[in-house]
């Protein structure tokens, strides 16, 4: 069975930090790219962040300059460093993830989801 596993979230006070995992599991050979996407109660799931296979990156406004989105190839996970959070990044966060067997393109999976609450 093929998932990706999230971890990593929780409740943090305004200023601080997060590191959030998202790690395929199964028969996978690698991932394509991978987003991170966050729901806020009552608003519309938003991208946050990608990157692609070959290592380059995208941040929505929200996120540049606070949020980092790498890889670690070797471990088929994508990590999302989140600083200096503030009240309005608390949302559910899902990774989504194009993936590859080793016998072609598996396709787009999701991640079940990690709460991530900034409050004091």
């Known amino acids: 069975q093929v998932q990706l596993v999230e971890s990593g979230g929780g409740l943090v006070q305004p200023g601080g930090s997060l590191r959030l995992s998202c790690a395929a599991v199964?028969?996978?050979?690698?991932?394509?790219?991978m987003d991170w996407y966050r729901q806020a109660p009552g608003k519309r799931r938003e991208l946050v962040a990608t990157?692609?296979?070959?290592?380059?990156?995208y941040y929505a406004d929200s996120a540049k300059g606070r949020f980092t989105i790498s890889r670690d190839n070797a471990k088929i996970t994508v990590s999302l460093e989140m600083n200096s959070l503030k009240p309005e990044d608390t949302a559910i966060y899902y990774c989504?993830?194009?993936?590859?067997?080793?016998?072609?393109?598996?396709?787009?999976?999701w991640g079940q989801g990690t709460q991530v609450t900034v409050s004091s």
């Open positions: 989504y993830g194009d993936l590859m067997g080793y016998n072609g393109r598996l396709g787009g999976y």
């Open positions: 199964g028969n996978i050979f690698s991932i394509n790219a």
């Open positions: 990157i692609t296979s070959g290592g380059s990156t």
